[in-house]
């Protein structure tokens, strides 16, 4: 069912991300008085964008929606502020497949194999040095517009993902971004246990190698042979 559907979806030409990117989008214009269906028209989404999240949905556009909302409500870490009501189940077919590794790289690598499924455009790439391993992440548009709050998504529900895998303990070496520093560090800071990076040659965590090396202690390793078949 999956087998070269990771390579298929890179390669398109209009790139495509599952409507569950916009989950909570409604909601955060609201608590900060604004309405989400003329700005969801504003960049060609329909205004029941959110309806279905296994919609997919044009990168551009959405990448394009995510900017238009942070210079609206003020708020420049709009990305982060959506991605705090994000859950592992926001991944959808994505948190299947990496939850029942055996281990958190097995897991990462599975999830970085498979990312099309959610997200044709998001890149994580896994660079090691000596002790420590950087997880860099990269939100590609076709247009080559803007994408830092899409960029502060992906990069919080990495983190998500993560504390999901090791415990909500866990925190980071490290949490960077190539983008400005926001006026305001405090949801940067709860969300990831540290003062972030800014300013930095990428967008990404770092964490240690021995992280990556861990137990998943999620993984259900019964359930193994079935996604397997699912997989080819």
Excluded at 29 to 58: F, K, S
Excluded at 97 to 109: G, K, S, T, Y
Excluded at 198 to 215: H, K
Aim: net charge neutral; aromatic share 6%.
């Amino acid at each position: 069912m999956f087998a070269g559907l990771s390579q298929k979806l890179s390669h398109l030409s209009h790139p495509t991300v599952r409507a569950a990117s916009l989950r909570g989008f409604s909601a955060l214009l609201a608590a900060n008085g604004l309405t989400a269906a003329p700005m969801l028209r504003e960049v060609g989404l329909p205004a029941d964008a959110e309806r279905d999240p296994d919609t997919r949905l044009p990168v551009a556009a959405v990448n394009a929606l995510l900017e238009r909302a942070a210079g609206r409500t003020g708020l420049d870490d709009f990305g982060l502020r959506l991605a705090e009501q994000r859950g592992f189940s926001n991944l959808g077919p994505l948190t299947a497949l990496a939850r029942d590794e055996p281990d958190i790289r097995a897991a990462l690598q599975m999830l970085i194999a498979f990312l099309p499924l959610h997200n044709d455009a998001l890149e994580i790439r896994i660079q090691e040095s000596g002790d420590l391993v950087l997880l860099a992440v990269e939100v590609h548009d076709p247009g080559a517009a803007p994408a830092v709050q899409s960029t502060d998504v992906a990069v919080a529900m990495l983190h998500r993902i993560l504390q999901t895998l090791f415990g909500s303990e866990w925190t980071p070496q490290m949490a960077c971004f190539a983008r400005t520093q926001p006026a305001s560090l405090h949801r940067a800071r709860a969300m990831f246990g540290l003062r972030p990076e800014y300013e930095q040659p990428f967008s990404g965590l770092v964490l240690s190698r021995t992280d990556l090396d861990r137990p998943n202690s999620r993984a259900e390793l019964g359930l193994k042979p079935y996604m397997a078949s699912l997989r080819q």
